[in-house]
């Protein structure tokens, strides 16, 4: 089975820094790649789908990118309410698996 | 507004079984294929299964830890996704979610997810 790996596993930085986590895949997945947000308590939400497409609602300073093993998410100027954890999955082909998570720490 | 409510968590023994539920409404469920994830306390998300549309053939797919166990089953006349979990174990106890792939957009990812029902396997 494909591994996804997530680095780093977490993270520390201040309002309005750029961040970028990535996500690295065993075998080339393509651009089937998700990025979801996930914040104590609560219930993932969708972010990036098709490794760069911006769900619907979602704020400009989040994007995505990359293909075949490697993507990231980048956050162009973090906001308050940015801070949470960050999953990746890929999509298409069973098993969906889920990276291991970034959690976005306040600095 | 689409709205996924699960229910039927619970706790039970290692080797019994239970019954998860996901109640789909604001959606034409019968069309969206449909996916169980869960996430034991303090940790990340784990795909459990999904199960195709019917006029996709309604065929289900596993991960590995649980294949042979949990069987995944929809009543598109009710609106409702089924997990049946046998054989539970400890390491099964989580907080399970069911999502759509797909339901508004977005190719197969999971844009529409319910609250969770939290599962806890112990003596």
């Known amino acids: 089975d494909i591994q996804m790996t997530q680095s780093p596993s977490s993270l520390s930085a201040s309002i309005g820094d750029r961040i970028t986590i990535t996500c690295r895949a065993s075998q080339s997945i393509s651009s089937y790649l998700n990025w979801y947000q996930q914040k104590p308590g609560k219930a993932p939400k969708l972010l990036i789908y098709?490794?760069?497409s911006l769900q619907s609602g979602v704020p400009s300073r989040f994007s995505g990118s990359g293909s075949g093993t490697d993507f990231t998410l980048t956050i162009s100027s973090l906001q308050p309410e940015d801070f949470a954890t960050y999953y990746c999955?890929?999509?298409?082909?069973?098993?969906?698996?889920f990276g291991g998570g970034t959690k976005v720490e306040i600095k | 507004e689409v709205q996924l409510v699960e229910s039927g968590g619970d706790l039970v023994k290692p080797g019994g079984s239970l019954r998860l539920s996901c109640a789909a409404s604001d959606f034409i469920f019968s069309n969206v294929w449909m996916n169980w994830v869960r996430q034991a306390p303090g940790k990340g998300l784990e795909w459990v299964g999904r199960i195709k549309s019917r006029t996709d053939g309604g065929t289900t797919d596993y991960a590995a830890p649980v294949k042979g166990r949990f069987t995944i089953s929809r009543d598109d006349s009710k609106n409702t996704l089924y997990l049946q979990m046998n054989s539970l174990k400890t390491e099964d106890t989580a907080l399970y979610y069911c999502?759509?792939?797909?339901?508004?957009?977005?190719?197969?990812?999971?844009?529409?997810w319910g609250q969770g029902t939290m599962v806890t396997v112990s003596s």
């Open positions: 999502a759509t792939a797909g339901a508004g957009c977005c190719d197969d990812a999971f844009d529409f």
């Open positions: 999955q890929r999509s298409y082909s069973t098993p969906l698996t």
């Open positions: 098709a490794a760069s």
